[in-house]
């Protein structure tokens, strides 16, 4: 049995909990990565005023900030493989099924928040600018790409820098479908040595210092932003 923190820092434990702090940062990397890249995409067909679009945005949008993101894990996990063909569900299980269903778990309910505050960051925009586009023979998908989504990117950066950190805290909700990540590792410690305090004070300070970095990173690149905007 260990209960002080220098033997849960070193030798296997050590170990351990590098390893399980490997696994969430890779989770959160391909999670934040999609959730960025489906945001922008919902928010370009909500925009672009087909009713049949903005309705099956408003309707993913709704579903994943209503229910619980644990919840929408347990789906992934539990409940699609169950409709998938047996093939399917070979191949899946055979290529670590909980951390691929963890990333898409999490990549779409990221999504669903930073499409909506994209959204909002277009709504700043003056609309005399896809106007002003569409007279120099833009596209819809031009002026999305060129004009208007860095500006709203730029406008709601301070919303996306938190749902960053949302993300980065969410990948804790993983353990529950059997990711190995750093909360996972940490239970597995704390029941194999029993040293509660020190295991959970451990992962605090993981926790603390991963969020610290995003909201330092992203602090950096507004200041930047806005000494660009200055010039």
């Not at 220098?6 to 890779?26: I, M, Y």
């Not at 290529?95 to 960051?121: K, V, W």
């Amino acid at each position: 049995m260990f209960s002080s923190l220098p033997d849960l820092l070193t030798g296997n434990f050590r170990l351990q909990f590098l390893h399980g702090l490997l696994v969430s940062v890779e989770l959160f990397g391909i999670a934040w990565v999609s959730a960025m890249v489906l945001g922008i995409l919902l928010t370009v067909i909500r925009a672009a005023s087909t009713l049949a679009g903005a309705t099956l945005v408003k309707v993913f949008v709704s579903y994943h900030r209503s229910v619980p993101a644990i919840v929408q894990l347990l789906v992934w996990y539990f409940g699609i493989p169950q409709v998938l063909p047996d093939s399917w569900q070979g191949y899946v299980n055979a290529h670590n099924a909980q951390f691929l269903f963890a990333s898409i778990g999490l990549a779409l309910n990221a999504s669903a928040y930073i499409s909506e505050d994209l959204r909002t960051g277009f709504r700043t925009l003056p609309h005399t600018q896809q106007e002003a586009a569409r007279a120099l023979g833009l596209s819809y998908l031009q002026t999305m790409r060129l004009i208007l989504i860095p500006q709203a990117v730029r406008a709601a950066l301070p919303a996306l820098i938190g749902q960053t950190l949302s993300l980065f805290k969410a990948t804790a909700l993983t353990m529950a479908i059997g990711v190995g990540e750093l909360m996972y590792v940490t239970r597995q410690i704390e029941g194999e040595t029993y040293a509660t305090f020190g295991c959970y004070l451990i992962a605090t300070f993981v926790y603390l210092a991963g969020t610290s970095m995003i909201a330092a990173s992203g602090g950096i690149l507004q200041r930047s932003l806005q000494k660009s905007t200055q010039r």
